[in-house]
T-cell receptor, first 117, second 114 residues
Framework: AQSVTQLGSHVSVSEGALVLLRCNYS??????LFWYVQYPNQGLQLLLK??????LVKGINGFEAEFKKSETSFHLTKPSAHMSDAAEYFC?????FGSGNTGKLIFGQGTTLQVKP | EPEVTQTPSHQVTQMGQEVILRCVPI?????FYWYRQILGQKVEFLVS????????KSEIFDDQFSVERPDGSNFTLKIRSTKLEDSAMYFC????????????FGPGTRLTVT
């Protein structure tokens, strides 16, 4: 069965430092991949998505992610962390179901990003 | 900017009671979803809905659960007889009929079963 794994449930960086949040998926057929962010008491907001076009995907708020099929990875990065980036980040995959894709999302367990001044 | 809305934001109910969670998806979207997140756990898919029928459901979505789109705007999740383990945050999501599969999420309803 399709699964998504996020390495590290909690990541702490200093303001201005590189942010790297790791995500790996398991599938023989590369799924569509997404990163969502959740701020306290809010819903999930899409940061970026990979849908088999460019392997380097740019999203909102300066985030980007690179799809690497050979590593089955879709890691999220940001060159310089801001205090406002502190949130919960979820990697998700939309696998193919039978001959199609209903669009359901399978989520990783989430990574809490802490940004220290 | 259009957004998905959910009501209520918090629902407290007693075990065995029926609850209905309501969602208003974005108006031109055609695919609708329910997910749940038990405290401290990952977000889990429950059900997808398209063209007035369920297109896929998870193992969690048993006979106690049902979904309905009673009119052109609302999308509801009903739990017939709630259990303590149904306590969770329930998210509604919707997407347009395009190839991007981007889903827009509501803020969630926190369901507490006592």
């Amino acid at each position: 069965a399709q699964s998504v794994t996020q390495l590290g449930s909690h990541v702490s960086v200093s303001e201005g430092a590189l942010v790297l949040l790791r995500c790996n998926y398991s599938s023989s057929v590369p799924p569509y991949l997404f990163w969502y962010v959740q701020y306290p008491n809010q819903g999930l907001q899409l940061l970026l998505k990979y849908t088999s076009a460019a392997t380097l995907v740019k999203g909102i708020n300066g985030f980007e992610a690179e799809f690497k099929k050979s590593e089955t990875s879709f890691h999220l990065t940001k060159p310089s962390a801001h205090m406002s980036d502190a949130a919960e980040y979820f990697c998700a995959a939309s696998p193919f179901f039978g001959s199609g894709n209903t669009g359901k999302l399978i989520f990783g367990q989430g990574t809490t990003l802490q940004v220290k001044p | 900017e259009p957004e998905v809305t959910q009501t209520p934001s918090h629902q407290v109910t007693q075990m065995g009671q029926e609850v209905i969670l309501r969602c208003v998806p974005i108006s031109n979207h055609l695919y609708f979803y329910w997910y749940r997140q038990i405290l401290g756990q990952k977000v889990e898919f429950l059900v997808s809905f398209y063209n007035n029928e369920i297109s896929e459901k998870s193992e969690i979505f048993d006979d106690q659960f049902s979904v309905e789109r009673p009119d052109g705007s609302n999308f509801t999740l009903k739990i017939r007889s709630t259990k303590l383990e149904d306590s969770a945050m329930y998210f509604c999501a919707s997407r347009f009929n395009d190839g991007g599969y981007e889903q827009y999420f509501g803020p969630g309803t926190r369901l507490t079963v006592t």
